[in-house]
Nanobody, 118 residues
Framework: QVQLVESGGGLVQPGGSLRLNCATS????????MAWYRQAPGKQRELVAS???????NYANSVQGRFTISRDNAKNTVYLQMNSLKPEDTAVYYC????????????WGQGTQVTVSL
């Protein structure tokens, strides 16, 4: 059974930091490209950052320079370090895994809430 379990969300003040974790099980993690998406109330889900199995990263313009995505293949986990958080970063953050051989194998976590507010 495939599971993606996010953790690390919460309430933080503007300018603060959080680190999101996505622990996976039931997949061969090393052959999956990983990504973080977010969805704010009333908005579409958007890509925040992605990392390929070969550690190539990509970021949305809105988070470039503030967020860092990384992965640990030994722990089957992907991370999102978020610094200099802004109120507009408030959203539910979702972890995504896509198999590089069969891209129909596409999995999502349940999401973790990040709220940036005074």
């Amino acid at each position: 059974q495939v599971q993606l379990v996010e953790s690390g969300g919460g309430l933080v003040q503007p300018g603060g930091s959080l680190r999101l974790n996505c622990a996976t099980s039931g997949i061969l993690f090393s052959i999956y490209d990983m990504a973080w998406y977010r969805q704010a109330p009333g908005k579409q889900r958007e890509l925040v950052a992605s990392i390929t199995r070969r550690d190539t990263t990509n970021y949305a313009n809105s988070v470039q320079g503030r967020f860092t995505i990384s992965r640990d293949n030994a722990k089957n986990t992907v991370y999102l370090q978020m610094n200099s958080l802004k109120p507009e970063d408030t959203a539910v953050y979702y972890c995504n895994a896509i198999n590089v051989i069969n891209r129909n194998l596409n999995y999502w976590g349940q999401g973790t809430q990040v709220t940036v507010s005074l």
